[in-house]
């Protein structure tokens, strides 16, 4: 995946909307992108619980349909919690941009988690650019302790 396009994931709640088609419409135009999937919410009324949403999108990952997602509620918390839930997922919630990187280049998390009611819309656009740069090296002194924790899951 070094060199190759992503395909992402994104999903939220009823309170992540406008970050999550923002953000979605940024990354349709990024050159690093070979595609996006949208598993909601698609509106403000739709009010499908987070954890569902969460659910979708990482089961796209751990499924290898996705390389990475994109989560966003009201505090990012929340879908995080629910997106590490499924097998073979890390995620993390993220507001900064040492955050951000080493997420991916220490703990090789494929899903950045936002919150839409904690950090402002430009700099959520601006972590979302910056994360699909990054791309874990399996060679690196890290990857033996994401293998310890993808070896928690056994």
């Known amino acids: ?10 999903g939220c709640d009823d309170a992540g909307v406008t970050y999550k088609d923002t953000i979605k419409a940024d990354l349709e135009k990024d050159p690093r992108v070979e595609s ?3 598993v909601g919410s698609f509106g403000k009324d739709d009010k ?5 949403r969460a659910a979708a999108a990482a089961k796209l990952v751990a499924e290898g349909k996705a390389d ?3 989560l966003i509620c009201g505090t990012g918390l929340g879908v995080a919690i629910a997106a590490n839930k499924v097998k073979g997922v890390r995620a993390v919630t ?4 040492f955050s951000v990187e080493r997420a991916v280049l220490s703990n090789n998390a494929q899903v950045l988690c936002m919150g839409e009611r904690v950090i402002g819309l430009e700099l959520a656009r601006r972590l979302a650019k910056e994360w699909v740069g990054y791309r874990f090296d399996p ?9 310890a924790i993808c070896a928690l899951e056994e």
């Open 36 to 38: 996006i999937e949208d």
């Open 68 to 70: 990475r997602a994109l």
């Open 139 to 147: 060679q690196s002194a890290s990857a033996a302790k994401v293998d």
């Open 48 to 52: 499908t619980a987070y954890p569902h």
């Open 94 to 97: 993220a507001h900064d941009s």
């Open 1 to 10: 995946m070094a060199d190759s396009k992503l395909r992402i994931a994104v």
